[in-house]
């Protein structure tokens, strides 16, 4: 018998085992008497080396009706009645039943990740042994509540994949060693979400001619406001609780994520809670990408890049209450010397700029330019959410903080000539105001409808943006777009990507919305998101040899495990080129041994390595 490897109390055996009385206390399923306890405890799997009460779980011998289930139970919940009125019933019963730990002796099993129709699962075991491995895990399933205790069969194996039949069941893995029971029990079965809508690329018409050739330097940069766990409150009247559980939406999430194979993520609200466990452990995986968070205590942003196109040459994140505090310092002083009356009124403006928000500015090398040390080759990233609440909804707010970031950045790329920078993010602002003409035109007036009854503004009188910038959007499109983001009708989006255009910068196409989300409301239930994603690609007039190109494909195969014949130009095959999200037998373009190797839960990839463009030239 090996060592223990970790030790549990009997407060940490899973619900199925236990059940609580009316005060609180637990105490086994099933028989209650003293001899039943007594029998108990003498069927119980107790290590001869220690006698600790602590270190044994009482098993309770399985009754022959067990394997099976009643034919009123065994019927399976279709989608539509699930999407009608199982949806809320299973999520209510989800969160009222918190899995726990198992005991454990020599071998550790992990929890049960949240189980989604189509998406493979296996459970989490580290051996001691390799030689010790369990001769049979069997999979098992029931309906959930604590009434129902006959679980029913599935099959063995070290996956289980589960079906539509699955849904609203909970899933049980489990095996036998040394007349051991190991189990663990695992939340409802969710339904797949849907594969991503097609988006269609628009192209600048100056560009097509320049872009035609695979020779040139280029990027693709994808900014996001992916809805915080803490913001779902919102939506939970508007549609099905599943879609708003978090395992669902992330893996919606990194669906349309891989669908856009970008070399540059710019995400907002990204949860910190989730970041080791989510975002690094399936974006980072094999050092596709590599990553920084800035943020509160709850969310904040995060930018993402990838290894094999760029280099980290430095960062900086950007408190916006601290640094407006530095930048208002002189001017609040001198107003307030010839304007003494407006000094309570100040104060008030000054209470509303303290909101916990930070920018996040990267400095990138592209791996293209290897031997040249001038800076002016290097891409300036920035993301930012600017704050916007029914409290604290005052325009002027949204604009000094990214007055603060762009001050910030401006010092930052200190030294560099006409620098290439990238702003994205959500700056929850329309086109038609103060903040957009800021951006768009380099400075903005205290005069502006937006902000005549800003004291701060006054002090500054006008705020000029140390950058030349333009919308990618507006610069492809000749206009942003439109979606249903907060009602059924469309207005104009918040988003933005920003870029400082050059005769050697520029943008060459933007990502359409998709038509059948464009009027859908809300966006949560097809994006997992209240937000559109935006991509936009990018090009220098830097040429690329192709000993260059073939070392950064290398690299990026290399480090996303792709074979070959596997992975897929930019923009075509889209529809083809994940899959994934449907019932088993739908998946496409993957190997058998890929699928094993890549795709569970449990083994620590989620759904598979990004398949993306192995040729990086077209879109």
């Excluded at 304007?339 to 008030?348: V, Y």
């Excluded at 701060?456 to 979606?483: D, H, I, M, T």
Aim: proline share 6%.
């Amino acid at each position: 018998m090996g060592n223990y490897l970790s030790c549990h109390t009997p407060e940490n055996v899973p619900n199925s085992r236990y059940r609580e009385d009316d005060s609180g206390d637990k105490e086994p399923k099933g028989e209650s008497s003293p001899e039943a306890d007594k029998k108990q405890i003498n069927d119980a799997s107790i290590d001869p080396k220690d006698s600790s009460p602590q270190k044994f779980r009482l098993q309770r011998k399985k009754a022959p009706s067990e394997s099976t289930v009643n034919d009123n139970q065994s019927s399976t919940i279709s989608r539509a009645s699930w999407d009608s009125k199982g949806s809320s019933s299973v999520m209510h019963k989800m969160k009222k039943s918190q899995r726990k730990n198992p005991p454990t002796l020599d071998m550790n099993l992990g929890k049960l990740e949240q189980p989604i129709v189509g998406c493979p699962m296996s459970p989490q075991l580290t051996y001691i042994d390799p030689a010790r491995k369990p001769p049979e895990i069997k999979w098992l399933k029931k309906r959930p509540g604590k009434h129902v205790r006959e679980w029913k069969n599935l099959c063995s194996g070290d996956t289980y994949t589960p079906e539509e039949a699955d849904l609203g069941f909970q899933l049980r893995c489990e095996y036998t060693m040394e007349g051991k029971l190991y189990a663990d029990d695992s939340t409802c079965v969710l339904p797949a979400p849907n594969p991503p809508h097609k988006r269609s690329w628009r192209t600048h018409r100056k560009a097509q001619d320049q872009t035609s050739s695979s020779s040139y330097e280029n990027w693709r940069i994808l900014s996001w406001n992916t809805l915080s766990d803490q913001a779902i409150h919102d939506w939970h009247k508007k549609c099905n609780d599943h879609m708003l559980a978090w395992p669902y939406r992330f893996r919606n999430i990194k669906a349309h994520i891989d669908e856009q194979d970008a070399d540059i993520l710019c995400l907002q609200e990204i949860d910190e809670k989730h970041l080791e466990d989510w975002w690094k452990k399936y974006l980072c995986q094999d050092d596709t990408y590599l990553c920084q968070y800035a943020g509160g205590k709850k969310y904040g942003c995060a930018i993402f890049f990838r290894r094999q196109k760029f280099s980290m040459v430095g960062e900086r994140s950007v408190l916006f209450e601290t640094h407006l505090a530095s930048l208002m310092k002189g001017p609040l002083e001198n107003w307030l010397k010839n304007n003494p009356e407006d000094s309570k009124a100040i104060a008030e403006a000054k209470r509303n700029l303290k909101v916990h928000r930070q920018g996040l500015i990267f400095e990138l090398s592209p791996n293209s330019s290897t031997g040249t040390s001038s800076r002016e080759s290097n891409l300036f990233v920035a993301t930012v959410h600017l704050y916007k609440s029914e409290r604290k909804s005052d325009p002027y707010i949204r604009l000094l903080q990214i007055h603060a970031l762009l001050d910030a950045l401006q010092k930052f790329t200190e030294g560099v000539k006409n620098p290439k920078v990238v702003v994205a993010g959500d700056f929850n602002s329309e086109p038609q105001t103060c903040i957009y003409e800021y951006m768009e035109k380099g400075e903005i007036s205290c005069e502006h409808a937006d902000l005549k009854d800003s004291v701060l503004l006054k002090a500054f009188k006008q705020l000029k943006c140390p950058f030349k910038f333009r919308s990618s959007y507006n610069a492809v499109r000749g206009e942003e777009l439109v979606y249903c983001r907060n009602t059924n009708k469309a207005t104009p989006v918040v988003e933005y990507i920003w870029f400082t255009p050059r005769t050697d910068f520029r943008a060459n196409g933007v990502l359409e919305f998709p038509r059948e989300e464009i009027h859908d409301f809300p966006q949560v239930k097809n994006i997992s998101s209240d937000h559109q994603l935006l991509v936009a690609d990018f090009s220098t007039n830097r040429v690329v040899s192709e000993s260059q190109k073939t070392a950064v494909r290398r690299m990026d195969t290399k480090a996303r495990g792709v074979q070959g014949g596997m992975s897929t130009p930019r923009g075509l095959g889209a529809s083809k080129k994940r899959g994934g999200f449907g019932p088993p037998g739908k998946i496409e373009g993957r190997k058998e041994q890929f699928t094993k190797k890549c795709m569970s839960f449990g083994g620590g990839s989620l759904n598979s390595p990004r398949a993306g463009a192995a040729t990086r030239g077209a879109w």
